[in-house]
C-alpha cells in the first residue's frame, strides 16, 4: 500500500511541474502586428502605403532564451529530491534537473510557436515589392491596402478608411 508521504510528494511534484509549465507559456512572445512592447511607447515609425500582392502561410518556430531550461532543471531538481530512499535524495534531484531541464527547453520552445503569413506587398511610393513576416490568424487578402509601419519591427495593417487625395489637392477646413 502507498503511505500518505508518498502521496503528499507526489501530489507536490505534479503541483510544481504544473506551475514551471505554466510560467514558461507566459513568457511567450506573440508576433501580431497589434502587440507592442512598452519601450513603444512614445516611438515613433515611419509609414508606407501599399498593396498585398500575396500572402504565403509560415511557421514561427519558438526559441529558448535560457529561462526554461534553467526553470525547468530548478523545478525538476526539486521534485527529483522528493524522491529516493534515507541517501538517495541527491541523486534523483540531480536526475530530476536533467529531467526538468529538457521539458522545460521544450516547454519554453513550443510556447513561442505561432503561426503566420509572409507577404508581398507593392509599395505605393516607388512600386519596388517588399516582404513581411507575421503573426497572423487569416491572411490579409489579396489587393488590400495597407500601412506598412518602420517601428521596432515591421507591421502591415490593412487601411479601413477612404482613400487619400490625390498629390496637391487641398482640403479647406471644416467649419462649425
Do not use: W
Request: with cysteine.
Amino acid at each position: 500500500m502507498i503511505s500518505s508521504a508518498y502521496l503528499r510528494k507526489g501530489a507536490v511534484a505534479a503541483s510544481l511541474l504544473v506551475l514551471a509549465g505554466g510560467s514558461l507559456a507566459a513568457c511567450a512572445d506573440d508576433l501580431g502586428p497589434q502587440n507592442y512592447g512598452p519601450y513603444a511607447a512614445g516611438s515613433v515609425a515611419r509609414v508606407d502605403e501599399g498593396v498585398t500582392v500575396d500572402a504565403r502561410p509560415i511557421h514561427f518556430n519558438g526559441y529558448d532564451n535560457g529561462a526554461g531550461t534553467i526553470g525547468g532543471g530548478v523545478a525538476g531538481a526539486v521534485v527529483g529530491s522528493q524522491f529516493g530512499g534515507r541517501y538517495d535524495h541527491g541523486t534523483f534531484g540531480v536526475l530530476g534537473a536533467i529531467g526538468g531541464a529538457v521539458i522545460g527547453h521544450e516547454i519554453a520552445k513550443g510556447a513561442g510557436s505561432q503561426d503566420g503569413f509572409v507577404y508581398t506587398v507593392r509599395l505605393r511610393r516607388d512600386g519596388r515589392l517588399i516582404q513581411v513576416a507575421q503573426a497572423d490568424r487569416y491572411p490579409i487578402p489579396q489587393g488590400t491596402r495597407v500601412f506598412v509601419s518602420y517601428g521596432d519591427r515591421v507591421r502591415l495593417q490593412p487601411i479601413t478608411a477612404p482613400p487619400p487625395p490625390p498629390p496637391g489637392y487641398y482640403a479647406p477646413p471644416p467649419r462649425y
